[in-house]
């Protein structure tokens, strides 16, 4: 079983977090899977994960102070397995987990994920919970010095004891018995943890020895482009940055990133960009209040773009049954999408403060990619030299007519280049 055969273009999906938090129920996992089959799995969208602290009952009860409650309740079984709480989850009930909600998704066509924190639950070492497989209790196992920074519910592994292994073994089993597709691990990408990367080994293990596919994506970042080959080795996709929202100068930093770590993917491992906070999204954080995403629509075109030509993974951030138009057209642009495939020989030809180019070729499609965009605030011509794609071998053009992928309007190559009016904080892509 090799891991790389997981996920041979980018994953697309749809995450809770954006809009959910904490709190998303499976009422509601249900309604984007629908809304996901019905407007967008033709599209190539397919995977419906669950984030964080699914297992906690009291999740979301004291937004207003925290988003995650100090050492809250969680639920889990007799060998240390956090299970899905079942007044949020009723399918689960009866020792059913994911199962049924799995599933139903799978029932649409799509496939099922979940978010995990690393480690072991905190309250399963203070009640000296088993472990499957051994006799070792789960406060021998865990690392009381190794915890996150941010989130109260776990504490780490220790990582050379054998049991670390068994352990995550036995909840990837037990996910692999629920036809979980998609692992989302959490608080083991930064490096500011001791352990952490232990710990991916152990996970990248744990689902060779499951026998399911299951795909890993770790976070958050920012990963370090000096572990580039280790993350490729043993994950499926690993975030390049922090919680990405919805600012501009979060996404113009986005450049710079993918500069970094341009010509780091290959089939099956995919440098990630995050989430896309697109349409409405906030609708469970501490003010409660949802909101349109703040990005504009030029921005919102820039983002997907960037995302598509660079080849990140693509998860989809807002709550799917409110999507208005504009949002279901940006998502549903196969054109753009089909840039995804490409993403491997993505480069960056040009980036200043005001600008910057990217291309591309499609390995089997071998058709070429360029997009200008205009990182300024105001409008303004970008201008790219007709010879600057097969500089980096990639793809030339000819000096023909290229198609813009957003618009559909034809663009002439003049004067040994193309240029182009772009919006501020906008893009022009096209297709050769």
Same mark, same amino acid.
């Given at each position: 079983?090799?891991?790389?055969?997981?996920?041979?273009?980018?994953?697309?999906?749809?995450?809770?977090?954006?809009?959910?938090?904490?709190?998303?129920?499976?009422?509601?996992?249900?309604?984007?899977?629908?809304?996901?089959?019905?407007?967008?799995?033709?599209?190539?969208?397919?995977?419906?994960?669950?984030?964080?602290?699914?297992?906690?009952?009291?999740?979301?009860?004291?937004?207003?102070?925290?988003?995650?409650?100090?050492?809250?309740?969680?639920?889990?079984?007799?060998?240390?397995?956090?299970?899905?709480?079942?007044?949020?989850?009723?399918?689960?009930?009866?020792?059913?987990?994911?199962?049924?909600?799995?599933?139903?998704?799978?029932?649409?066509?799509?496939?099922?994920?979940?978010?995990?924190?690393?480690?072991?639950?905190?309250?399963? &070492?203070? $009640? =000296?919970? @088993?472990?499957?497989?051994?006799?070792?209790?789960?406060?021998?196992? +865990?690392?009381? %010095?190794?915890?996150?920074?941010?989130?109260?519910?776990?504490?780490?592994?220790?990582?050379?004891?054998?049991?670390?292994?068994?352990?995550?073994?036995?909840?990837?089993?037990?996910?692999?018995?629920?036809?979980?597709?998609?692992?989302?691990?959490?608080?083991?990408?930064?490096?500011?943890?001791?352990?952490?990367?232990?710990?991916?080994?152990?996970?990248?293990? &744990?689902? $060779? =020895?499951? @026998?399911?596919?299951?795909?890993?994506?770790?976070?958050?970042?920012? +990963?370090?482009? %000096?572990?580039?080959?280790?993350?490729?080795?043993?994950?499926?996709?690993?975030?390049?940055?922090?919680?990405?929202?919805?600012?501009?100068?979060?996404?113009?930093?986005?450049?710079?990133?993918?500069?970094?770590?341009?010509?780091?993917?290959?089939?099956?491992?995919?440098?990630?960009?995050?989430?896309?906070?697109?349409?409405?999204?906030?609708?469970?954080?501490?003010?409660?209040?949802?909101?349109?995403?703040?990005?504009?629509?030029?921005?919102?075109?820039?983002?997907?773009?960037?995302?598509?030509?660079?080849?990140?993974?693509?998860?989809?951030?807002?709550?799917?049954?409110?999507?208005?138009?504009?949002?279901?057209?940006?998502?549903?642009?196969?054109?753009?999408?089909?840039?995804?495939?490409?993403?491997?020989?993505?480069?960056?030809?040009?980036?200043?403060?005001?600008?910057?180019?990217?291309?591309?070729?499609?390995?089997?499609?071998?058709?070429?990619?360029?997009?200008?965009?205009?990182?300024?605030?105001?409008?303004?011509?970008?201008?790219?030299?007709?010879?600057?794609?097969?500089?980096?071998?990639?793809?030339?053009?000819?000096?023909?007519?290229?198609?813009?992928?957003?618009?559909?309007?034809?663009?002439?190559?003049?004067?040994?280049?193309?240029?182009?009016?772009?919006?501020?904080?906008?893009?022009?892509?096209?297709?050769?």
């Amino acid at each position: 079983m090799n891991k790389n055969d997981f996920a041979p273009v980018p994953p697309m999906g749809w995450n809770s977090y954006d809009y959910y938090n904490t709190e998303v129920n499976e009422e509601q996992v249900r309604s984007n899977a629908d809304y996901m089959a019905a407007h967008l799995k033709e599209f190539g969208w397919e995977y419906v994960v669950v984030d964080i602290e699914w297992y906690a009952p009291d999740a979301g009860k004291e937004s207003n102070i925290y988003q995650y409650i100090p050492f809250g309740k969680v639920v889990m079984d007799e060998y240390s397995r956090l299970i899905p709480d079942p007044v949020r989850f009723p399918s689960s009930r009866g020792g059913k987990g994911f199962g049924p909600l799995a599933a139903y998704i799978h029932s649409l066509g799509l496939k099922f994920g979940i978010h995990i924190m690393r480690g072991i639950p905190r309250a399963a &070492a203070h $009640e =000296h919970r @088993g472990l499957l497989g051994t006799d070792l209790t789960a406060d021998r196992l +865990a690392d009381p %010095s190794s915890i996150c920074l941010w989130n109260p519910d776990m504490y780490g592994l220790r990582v050379n004891m054998p049991e670390a292994q068994l352990y995550y073994d036995s909840i990837m089993d037990l996910y692999a018995s629920w036809g979980v597709d998609f692992i989302k691990c959490d608080d083991i990408c930064r490096e500011d943890a001791p352990g952490a990367h232990r710990e991916i080994e152990l996970l990248h293990k &744990a689902i $060779e =020895h499951c @026998g399911r596919p299951i795909v890993l994506s770790l976070s958050p970042g920012p +990963a370090k482009i %000096s572990e580039a080959a280790f993350y490729a080795d043993n994950a499926n996709m690993w975030r390049i940055t922090d919680d990405f929202w919805d600012t501009w100068p979060l996404l113009k930093d986005m450049f710079r990133r993918c500069e970094i770590w341009q010509g780091k993917s290959r089939p099956g491992c995919y440098p990630d960009c995050d989430m896309l906070p697109v349409g409405i999204i906030g609708g469970c954080f501490g003010d409660r209040k949802e909101r349109m995403t703040a990005l504009t629509r030029e921005e919102l075109k820039t983002m997907l773009t960037l995302w598509c030509i660079f080849g990140s993974p693509l998860m989809i951030g807002g709550e799917m049954t409110k999507m208005d138009s504009f949002t279901l057209d940006l998502l549903t642009n196969r054109e753009v999408l089909d840039m995804l495939r490409a993403g491997s020989s993505a480069a960056e030809l040009v980036r200043t403060e005001d600008q910057a180019i990217w291309a591309s070729t499609d390995p089997e499609g071998g058709k070429g990619y360029i997009a200008l965009f205009n990182l300024a605030d105001e409008e303004r011509a970008v201008h790219c030299w007709i010879g600057a794609a097969a500089d980096r071998g990639l793809k030339a053009w000819d000096g023909g007519v290229l198609k813009e992928l957003w618009t559909g309007q034809e663009a002439a190559v003049i004067t040994g280049g193309l240029s182009c009016l772009v919006p501020a904080h906008g893009v022009k892509v096209f297709r050769y």
